[in-house]
């Protein structure tokens, strides 16, 4: 299936990259018809909100790619359909090993279907090789990293898989 046609995506190649205040929330209800259409038509969005919500620290283009890529994945994971669950949480991180302490935003993105299999997770964490434009959702996470958040995955064998996205809590000083 054909991904859906929108505006060119600005690719950090084509300038710098700015990363400002997003409202998690708002970005997804904004980009809803495009997830949508990246999901296709056997997979069903389920958006679960707990918490107040915060703006993060985010680049809008590059967390709409790393999204498609979970939803791409999601549809290899589920060829009958499924859901998708979108679970947005504020959290308070403390001695963590890979994020600082402090206020975060975990969208934890799950489906619901077979899983993926071990060489299908290191193929969807996979960073391109050099020269190369595709890559897994590894691609961002060096851009999420330099954001102070981090990508986890969860591999459940046959019920599924869930990504966690860690988007740390703009300040304004």
Not at 61 to 75: F, K, M, S, Y
Not at 110 to 126: H, P
Request: with cysteine; net charge neutral.
């Amino acid at each position: 299936m054909p991904l859906p046609l929108s505006p060119p995506l600005r690719i950090s190649a084509e300038g710098p990259i700015v990363v400002s205040a997003l409202d998690v929330l708002a970005f997804i209800g904004e980009h809803m018809d495009f997830l949508v259409a990246t999901a296709g038509p056997d997979l069903k969005i389920v958006i679960n909100e707990y918490g107040h919500s915060f703006k993060v620290l985010a680049e809008t283009n590059i967390l709409r790619l790393a999204l498609c890529e979970i939803l791409i994945n999601a549809r290899t994971a589920m060829p009958n359909g499924g859901d998708v669950t979108f679970t947005i949480l504020p959290i308070v991180v403390k001695e963590d090993i890979f994020l600082l302490d402090g206020d975060y935003m975990r969208m934890s993105i799950s489906e619901n279907g077979i899983g993926f299999s071990l060489s299908t997770l290191t193929n969807v964490l996979r960073k391109p090789e050099a020269g190369q434009r595709a890559g897994g959702l590894g691609r961002f996470a060096e851009d999420i990293t330099n954001w102070g958040g981090a990508i986890r995955v969860k591999l459940r064998r046959s019920r599924g898989a869930t990504v966690h996205l860690y988007l740390r809590r703009a300040t304004i000083h």
